[in-house]
């Protein structure tokens, strides 16, 4: 009895030790949010990380739906050095639609990434 008890405790160890690295290589994703506010002439944001390297030149991905209208071809844009972004829109006020924004992941190296964003504001 005493010989099982120490065979499945070593068994058992021997899992959990196979089990560590594929948890440790699964690295650390750092969440990303961002805001966005719709004005008569701009769209503008800003990123938010609890790391600070999330939010500098993080790459977006934009793009304007009108109802009615042809959809925008989406197109690129990056944060500055404190995470804002913006562009510049030119719509009649009674246009209806939305706006799409999409930050895409970025790797900081060693296991470690920011994630990834999306929001959807109304015209």
């Known amino acids: 009895m005493q010989h ?32 966005m506010r719709v004005t008569a002439t701009k769209v503008e944001g800003k990123l938010s990380s609890e790391k600070a390297a999330c939010v500098k030149n993080r790459e977006l991905a934009a793009r304007v739906f009108i109802i009615g209208g042809t959809p925008g071809a989406p197109f690129s844009l990056k944060t500055d050095a404190s995470g804002r972004w913006e562009f510049e829109i030119d719509f009649p006020s009674e246009t209806r ?27």
Do not use: H, I, N, W
């Open 97 to 123: 639609g939305q706006v799409d924004v999409r930050v895409t992941e970025k790797s900081l190296g060693g296991g470690k990434t920011c994630g990834g964003a999306e929001k959807c504001v109304p015209l």
């Open 4 to 35: 099982r008890l120490v065979l499945l405790t070593v068994l058992g160890l021997l899992a959990l030790a196979a089990a560590l690295p594929a948890f440790a290589s699964a690295g650390q994703v750092y969440k990303t949010t961002t805001t």
